[in-house]
């Protein structure tokens, strides 16, 4: 994975130092190993490869600021640099991911490997949890899902209440009040909520409506039938589906007529499309980027009860399975 790495050469962190954001030295490392490590660990924000052995004032934890040549060592925070000629310095050139942030997903992702493994808690579910929240409420994260009956974000992820804020709408996506209820809720908690998560899903059948009305030329034919046995859309029903239509224009069908699973296929990406695309406009947004609130998207399997994350800037270099839990 390529990954744009500032590098400042012949530097350290040392003397005036803040080592309190030390992560950790490893010993007889590879840059290329080490930079690994620094991708694979969201907390890292930079490292210093030593090229030459040398002993830096200051952090006498470090067996007592003695360092040797292809020692890698590991921080977070911002870099604070000091010249050291025995030294390079490497930095992440993307926005590292809030402790808060990282803490956040973490919790959620626990959650569904517990909702998925059938071993819930129901945590913050019984009348004490309704009491404790009654007055004050500190979600850890916001999320934006399809109103679809089998996808209850407080199910898959294992939150009780007062955990999740949770907007739900048919496909989705961030409409004006989507969006302010989203607004409120990073504004006015304190923690705010450090996470949104836009969460789709397989199969959606809003994204199925959208590609019967604006593309159903490529649409299998029995959809198109099962879909025109019910009654005709409201105007309310068809302003929503007009909504998911860029979904559809930019998944075109790559032959026609589409084969079953060749539209299936289509219709899933038609699903990444549409939370990606709002994972972007929300990550756009001026309030949830003055709160520093992380956006990623997650697409729910029906079939398999799985979740799959995705960062629209993964393919920059940041890694969505390096911010979750690996046991
Ligand atoms: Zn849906």
């Not at 004032?57 to 292809?70: M, R, T």
């Not at 923690?191 to 059948?205: K, L, N, S, T």
């Not at 199925?208 to 604006?214: D, G, K, L, P, T």
């Not at 859309?233 to 699973?261: C, G, H, M, Y």
């Amino acid at each position: 994975m390529d990954m744009d790495w500032i590098i400042t050469p012949n530097v350290a962190q040392y003397k005036k130092a803040d080592w309190k954001n030390f992560v950790k030295k490893v010993p007889n490392c590879t840059l290329e190993q080490a930079k690994q490590i620094a991708l694979d660990d969201p907390l890292i924000t930079f490292f210093f490869f030593c090229n030459e052995g040398m002993v830096l004032e200051g952090p006498v934890f470090v067996e007592h600021g003695a360092f040797k040549p292809d020692d890698a060592v590991f921080f977070s925070g911002e870099p604070w640099y000091g010249s050291a000629p025995q030294c390079d310095s490497y930095r992440k050139s993307e926005e590292p991911l809030s402790h808060d942030a990282y803490t956040a997903l973490q919790e959620l992702t626990k959650g569904y490997q517990r909702y998925h493994s059938g071993n819930m808690t129901h945590l913050n579910t019984g009348h004490d949890a309704m009491q404790k929240v009654a007055l004050h409420q500190t979600p850890k994260a916001c999320i934006l899902c399809c109103s679809d009956s089998r996808v209850p974000p407080e199910i898959i992820f294992d939150q009780g209440l007062g955990d999740l804020f949770v907007v739900r709408v048919a496909g989705n996506f961030a409409d004006e009040d989507d969006t302010a209820s989203l607004e409120y809720a990073v504004q006015h908690f304190d923690p705010a909520p450090a996470i949104i998560v836009v969460m789709g899903h397989e199969r959606c059948g809003a994204i199925q409506a959208a590609a019967i009305s604006f593309d159903e030329a490529s649409v299998c034919q029995k959809d198109v039938e099962d879909f025109k046995k019910h009654p005709k859309a409201s105007d309310n029903l068809n302003n929503l589906v007009r909504q998911l239509k860029p979904a559809i224009e930019n998944t075109k069908p790559t032959f026609q007529p589409e084969t079953d699973e060749k539209y299936k296929q289509r219709l899933d990406e038609a699903v990444r499309f549409n939370i990606i695309a709002n994972v972007n406009s929300l990550r756009d947004n001026e309030v949830i980027r003055e709160q520093k609130t992380f956006v990623i998207g997650a697409r729910y399997d029906l079939d398999l009860g799985e979740i799959e994350w995705f960062d629209p800037l993964a393919d920059q270099g940041r890694w969505i399975h390096a911010y979750l839990p690996t046991e």
